[in-house]
């Protein structure tokens, strides 16, 4: 199946701070989503974003797809912003609609 | 709207007892997806459903594990017997049409604890 990696495993950051959250994966994508999954469980879908780049404040995306990888941009890091990052992607198969394979996450640590 | 609904939110049971876990998807919503939370395999996809149907179920990791959708908005996914390693958070998300172009809604989570 499709793998997916996610880097840096951990990030700590000082709050203020900018980072930058790398997912390469393995095939060909035509769904690919941020989640935020906060210090309380909650997932929260940040992006879709198959391929460009969106914006949404603070955040930002771009997937290059030729080349397999996404980006997410954190810019002035908040202590709110803690939490795992994921990246999910659903591969390019007619049968495999709604399959989301995700990474295994970035743990993201903001201090004040 | 409000948002997934998943109950309960929390349950322990022993070794060995029938657990249901519940959803209601975000009214509206076409297809209805489990998904099981562990620290050692992640985030896995089990069983998702397009109109009430179940779609794709190889996710499911045995017999053990059983998921319904008798209506638009109602789900069960159902352990009998369960096992320790069946601790998990299992997840229920929702969303409007296939992917591509939609994005999934999670509901909040059932932490089920298997002693």
């Known amino acids: 199946g499709i793998q997916v990696e996610q880097s840096p495993p951990d990030l700590i950051l000082q709050e203020g701070a900018n980072s930058t959250l790398r997912c390469n994966f393995s095939d060909s994508v035509n769904n690919l989503q941020w989640f935020h999954q906060n210090p309380w469980g909650q997932l929260i879908n940040l992006f879709y974003?198959?391929?460009g780049t969106k914006q949404n404040g603070r955040l930002s995306a771009t997937t290059v797809a030729t080349e397999r990888y996404s980006l997410l941009y954190i810019s002035s890091s908040q202590t709110t912003d803690s939490g795992v990052y994921f990246c999910a992607v659903e591969i390019e198969i007619g049968t495999s609609y709604g399959k989301l394979t995700f990474g295994q996450g970035t743990i993201l640590t903001v201090h004040p | 709207d409000a948002g997934v609904i998943q109950s309960p939110r929390h349950e322990v049971t022993e070794m060995g007892q029938e657990v249901t876990l519940r959803c209601k998807p975000i009214s509206g919503h076409d297809y209805l997806f489990w998904y099981r939370q562990t620290m050692m395999r992640g985030l896995e996809l089990l069983i998702y459903f397009n109109n009430n149907v179940p779609i794709d179920d190889s996710g499911m990791p045995e017999d053990r594990f059983s998921a319904k959708m008798p209506n638009a908005s109602f789900s069960t996914l159902k352990i009998q017997p369960s096992e320790p390693r069946d601790s998990a958070v299992y997840f229920c998300?929702?969303?409007?049409?296939?992917?591509?172009?939609?994005?999934?809604?999670f509901g909040p989570g059932t932490r089920l604890t298997v002693l």
């Open positions: 998300a929702s969303s409007l049409e296939a992917p591509p172009g939609d994005t999934q809604y």
């Open positions: 974003i198959p391929s």
